[in-house]
Each structure stands twice: as structure tokens, then as C-alpha cells.
């Protein structure tokens, strides 16, 4: 029977006779030096029946660091679970799937590599979620206080009360107040909910967005209708 596998380095589809299990070979492509493996790839595409997972590997931006970061795989292939597990799939196809939000930072996924099912977001291989997919405020209470208060500062800042660096720096302090710690891979990028650019964008559009509102009530609009959401959490 044949071992078949997938070249680490470029992926190339390498099919050698089992005698040749676990001795080293060259990829006939890129010429990447690599182990058989002992079984076809193909063999173990069928993912491990979903378990409990630790309830510590969900977490937002929100609730802390979570744990250390699973090795990266290369070359590898992933399953994701909602109503059943769906895959394999790769990298590029996982990003296509991310993009539709199919897969979402929350979504169950499994490397057949690790053997373990986790959250999206704990595959640093895999690109970070958009910005509105970062942070999800319902799902912890402590900050349901901190999502009635924006807008008003907003709406103050709309009408000059308070200016946007005394907004950046009351909302930094605020979200910092509730316990936020950026995860370690984050900190200090677009990905940090208190980093100086990430502040910026959710003044800058949730200004616009409260200010667009709040003539469409002076023009007589309803003010239960058409009212804004939070944007870049």
C-alpha cells in the first residue's frame, strides 16, 4: 500500500511505497528534506469526536491572556465545528471561510497535527478577525456599564464637551478598569483594544456614525428606529 502526504515546505502531493515509512526523502518539487510518514495523511482526516474543551480557552481580547499558543503546523489542514464538523480545509481555504465569517474567532477548530479542538482565535497561523469580530461585549457582563456609557461620551464629544484625546483617554482607562489585558501577540497592534490606532478608529467611526443620528432625529426621525451600535468591538 502506498503512504501518501503532503510536502511540509510546499505542499507538494508525495506518494512513496510504504517500505519507504519513516526513512528521510526529498521533495521532488522543492527539494525540502523531509520523514515519511508511517500511514497516508489521508488516513487521519477523520477528526476526533468533539469534547469539553477547557472552559480557560475561551476568552475574548476581553478576558485576559489565555493559554500558551498552539505550534504552528505546517502544511497543515483544519476542521471546524458548529452543527458538525466540517473539513478538511487549509490555510487559504480557512481565511476564505474566516472572511465569509463561517469561522468565526469562537468557532470550535481542530489541526489534526495537535488533536485538539480549540477556539479560531488560539491559531496564530490563522489572521486575526476583523475589527468588529475582536471583542464581543455580551458575552461578559462586567462590561454591560461600559457599553451604555460610550455613547454618551461620544455624543458629547460630537458637541464639543470633551475632546477626542480626553475621549481616547477616559475610554482606555475605562476598558483597563473592567480587567482588559491584551492577549501577548497583540499587544501594541491593531489587534489591542488600547493601542493609539485601534482607540482612534472607534472615535473616528462611532463619531461619524452617533453624528449621522443625531440629525436624522433633528430632521423628525424616530429615535427608537435607525439607532447606531458600537462599531470596532
Same mark, same amino acid.
Given at each position: 500500500?502506498?503512504?501518501?502526504?503532503?510536502?511540509?515546505?510546499?505542499?507538494? /502531493?508525495?506518494?512513496?511505497d510504504e517500505a519507504g515509512a519513516e526513512m528521510s526523502v526529498d521533495c521532488p518539487k522543492c527539494g525540502q528534506t523531509q520523514t515519511v510518514p508511517k500511514k497516508s495523511a489521508t488516513e487521519s482526516t477523520i477528526p476526533p469526536a468533539l469534547s469539553a474543551p477547557d472552559?480557560?480557552?475561551?476568552?475574548?481580547?476581553?478576558?485576559?491572556?489565555?493559554?500558551?499558543?498552539?505550534?504552528?503546523?505546517?502544511?497543515?489542514?483544519?476542521?471546524?465545528?458548529?452543527?458538525?464538523?466540517e473539513g478538511p480545509f487549509n490555510k487559504l481555504e480557512m481565511r476564505a471561510l474566516m472572511r465569509k465569517k463561517t469561522v468565526e474567532p469562537e468557532t470550535l477548530v481542530l489541526c489534526p497535527a495537535t488533536q485538539q479542538w480549540q477556539p479560531c482565535e488560539r491559531f496564530?497561523?490563522?489572521?486575526?478577525?476583523? /475589527?468588529n469580530k475582536l471583542l464581543h461585549f455580551e458575552k461578559d457582563a462586567r462590561f454591560a456599564p461600559l457599553i451604555q456609557e460610550i455613547p454618551r461620551m461620544i455624543v458629547e464629544h460630537i /458637541?464639543?464637551?470633551?475632546?477626542?484625546?480626553?475621549?481616547?483617554?477616559?475610554?482606555?482607562?475605562?476598558?483597563?478598569?473592567?480587567?482588559?489585558?491584551?492577549?501577548?501577540?497583540?499587544?501594541?497592534?491593531?489587534?489591542?483594544?488600547?493601542s493609539d490606532e485601534r482607540v482612534s478608529v472607534i472615535i473616528k467611526t462611532n463619531r461619524q456614525t452617533w453624528f449621522n443620528y443625531?440629525?436624522?432625529l433633528q430632521m423628525?426621525?424616530?429615535?427608537?428606529l435607525n439607532k447606531p451600535e458600537l462599531i470596532g468591538f
Open positions: 500500500m502506498d503512504i501518501k502526504f503532503d510536502c511540509v515546505s510546499c505542499g507538494t /502531493h508525495i506518494v512513496i472552559p480557560a480557552l475561551f476568552y475574548t481580547l476581553f478576558r485576559g491572556r489565555g493559554p500558551a499558543k498552539p505550534t504552528q503546523i505546517a502544511a497543515a489542514r483544519y476542521f471546524y465545528q458548529k452543527d458538525r464538523s496564530p497561523e490563522l489572521p486575526k478577525p476583523a /475589527h /458637541h464639543d464637551k470633551i475632546s477626542e484625546a480626553d475621549l481616547a483617554r477616559w475610554l482606555v482607562s475605562q476598558i483597563q478598569a473592567c480587567g482588559y489585558l491584551s492577549p501577548d501577540y497583540d499587544e501594541g497592534t491593531i489587534n489591542d483594544l488600547v443625531l440629525n436624522y423628525g426621525g424616530s429615535a427608537v
